[in-house]
């Protein structure tokens, strides 16, 4: 059982951490997305003020939707609701980064004098949430909500009816079978060792200068990760400070209390959650781990969530519905 609490106080911990500063996938609830009227109004409010027309950047419309993701992650804009696609497509790209690094280091270390065999099969692995269901749509949302009460617990078959619990699966990329390089280090007399050692990691050593030539490689920098290095500082000052998006986020506070909501952002909604099931599911010694009680209090909180989340969606507050407003707003903005 402590091990299960240690679990449970993990899994607490890194969802309340991510509530800081990103949030966790937004979702929502019912099967087919109805506007509200007042939602309704307030995206024809919204949509059709006029603005001032800028130079298109030409970078933003240019990224694929993996990409767009990525930026908008990177600036902070779009919180942590990346597609699995985007979750892929880093891990794959710093997958291959790894492998040319090797290459590298082997090239070196075979010119100090030493053996060294590229670990090309050394893997990354992708956390997948539940491929039932796809991050950011509202399938997901209607089961899992915003991801943060729905995860504390493991699906196991076993769990208490009403009781969502995590289904992550992972996905690999590579493998690492065997491990020559280690076996070689081993064969190695202590002096040998050291200077492998050296040679490996000292300053400016095989392993420093690769990644450094990696690094400057246009091969493993995207044009979305290439575009936030040069904006990100200043990226989401412009977007808060553009008064579309202002009217946008306005418009689903608005749409979130006439449905009884009280809502500013995913983040602090997630904070919010996740302190109180601390202070019931943890910090209160009346409340018997996995006891009814517990998961009552847990189920209650899962079905609150669930409705926030999908009624986000009824608000036009939804990840492809910002991610539309922010490219929207993005493609008039000039390079700076």
Not at 147 to 160: F, K, R, Y
Request: charged share 25%; aromatic share 6%; with cysteine.
């Amino acid at each position: 059982m402590h091990s299960q609490l240690a679990a449970v106080v993990a899994a607490l911990g890194l969802l309340a951490g991510c509530a800081t500063d990103s949030a966790l996938p937004k979702q929502d609830r019912a099967a087919t997305t109805k506007a509200t009227p007042s939602a309704a109004a307030d995206q024809q409010s919204t949509e059709t003020q006029p603005t001032e027309p800028q130079s298109d950047n030409g970078v933003v419309s240019s990224l694929d939707d993996a990409q767009f993701d990525l930026l908008l992650s990177d600036a902070g804009l779009l919180e942590d609701w990346s597609s699995q696609d985007a979750l892929l497509k880093s891990a794959q790209l710093q997958q291959e980064a790894e492998w040319a690094a090797e290459e590298l280091i082997a090239s070196c270390m075979q010119a100090e004098g030493f053996e060294y065999t590229p670990e090309t099969g050394h893997r990354s692995v992708v956390a997948m949430i539940d491929p039932e269901f796809d991050i950011g749509t509202r399938q997901w949302a209607e089961h899992y909500g915003f991801g943060a009460s729905t995860m504390i617990v493991v699906d196991d078959g076993a769990l208490p009816e009403g009781i969502v619990g995590d289904r992550t699966t992972q996905i690999q990329v590579g493998d690492l079978d065997e491990q020559p390089n280690e076996q070689y280090r081993l064969s190695l007399s202590e002096a040998e060792e050291s200077a492998y050692q050296n040679a490996m990691n000292g300053h400016g050593g095989c392993a420093e200068s690769a990644w450094a030539a990696v690094d400057e490689d246009p091969r493993f920098k995207t044009e979305a990760l290439q575009f936030a290095l040069e904006e990100d500082e200043t990226l989401r000052q412009r977007v808060e400070s553009d008064q579309r998006w202002i009217d946008y986020e306005s418009a689903i506070q608005r749409c979130m209390a006439s449905e009884g909501i009280e809502y500013r952002t995913t983040d602090d909604y997630i904070e919010t959650v996740m302190t109180g099931l601390m202070a019931s599911l943890l910090n209160d010694p009346s409340v018997e781990y996995e006891s009814p009680e517990w998961f009552d209090i847990l189920g209650k909180a899962q079905q609150e969530e669930i409705e926030v989340a999908t009624t986000l969606y009824d608000c036009n507050g939804d990840p492809a519905s910002r991610a539309k407003r922010l490219k929207d707003i993005l493609s008039t903005y000039p390079l700076s």
